[in-house]
């Protein structure tokens, strides 16, 4: 190696060690500023956990380990908690990967936690859009019942729809923790002879 390909190479080095420098302590000053309470903003998608880019979750708790964090707890969503479904996601290997997730909270080892969060410090106003993205959908949602109420044949489509829909769920959950049993929604046919034999 030449001269000035010696020195272009250790410049590279050098940066790179500057870069992860800044990398660490940042990590660093992140780690020491959290606490249960806070908010903290997904920099990714957590397709295994169902976390979507950019979503705001509180931290319930924080685990120790011979008295170091070890553990980091975010809970759900607003928009998903309680709530059970199927995740799907592709692995590092290139592989289709789904499991059935309950949403209530998710745990991280701290590491990994610190590479994907960062502290979002306006939660407050984070949480207000959300809550008038919601009351938005509401109204747009009642309208539509409103119109959908005055043609019998759409409100017969939409409960079909929703129907169908359920059983799609009940049936992709099947044989997975939290999945329940398929119910039967027929609705009983009653007739004349029933209604006599009352």
Known sequence: M???DRALHMDLQTLQH???HDSRIQQIARFQSLQAGQYWRAQEAVPHEGIEAQAVLLI???RYVDDAAHT???RSHPSCYGRSRSV???DEEGAQKSTWHNFKEH????NDFLSRFSFEPDADAVRATEIQQIQANIARLQSELIETQADPQALRLLVQKEIHAEAGEGHEG??????GEPQDRTLPVIGADSMDAR
């Open 2 to 4: 030449n001269s000035p």
């Open 18 to 20: 500057e870069e992860d």
């Open 60 to 62: 319930e708790s924080i």
């Open 72 to 74: 980091i707890v975010l």
């Open 88 to 90: 799907k996601w592709v």
């Open 107 to 110: 745990r991280f080892l701290l």
């Open 174 to 179: 099947e044989g997975q923790e939290g999945a």
